[in-house]
């Protein structure tokens, strides 16, 4: 079974900064690419940025420069650094990975999602 546990969600003022964090537990064999979602109440869930497991990164428009994404590969761990932040990036931030699990000679490719973290950002 695979866990992907997210910390570091928090309150936090305009133009301030927070520092997620998500570990991936479990019978995993190789993690392919990671990305983090976020989705703010009455939307639909968005896209916020992915890496591959080469660190090859990609941002959507809405967070471009203010947002950087990297993993460690030795710690099964994608974090998301998050500066200059704004209202609107009020939201539950996910985290999500496509992984190969292993059991025994079988191998198993699928999507996992952590239970995602609040983040606020108000005065």
């Known amino acids: 079974q695979v866990q992907l546990v997210e910390s570091g969600g928090g309150l936090v003022q305009p133009g301030g900064s927070l520092n997620l964090s998500c570990v991936a537990s479990?019978?995993?064999?190789?993690?392919?690419?990671m990305a983090w979602y976020r989705q703010a109440p009455g939307q639909q869930r968005e896209l916020v940025a992915t890496?591959?497991?080469?660190?090859?990164?990609n941002y959507s428009d809405f967070v471009k420069g203010r947002f950087a994404i990297s993993r460690d590969n030795i710690k099964n761990m994608v974090s998301l650094q998050m500066n200059s932040l704004k209202p609107e990036d009020t939201a539950v931030y996910y985290c999500?990975?496509?992984?190969?699990?292993?059991?025994?000679?079988?191998?198993?490719?699928?999507?996992?999602w952590g239970q995602g973290t609040q983040v606020t950002v108000s005065s």
């Open positions: 999500n990975a496509d992984l190969t699990t292993r059991s025994g000679s079988a191998f198993y490719t699928g999507d996992y």
């Open positions: 479990g019978s995993i064999f190789a993690i392919n690419n």
């Open positions: 890496i591959t497991r080469g660190s090859r990164t």
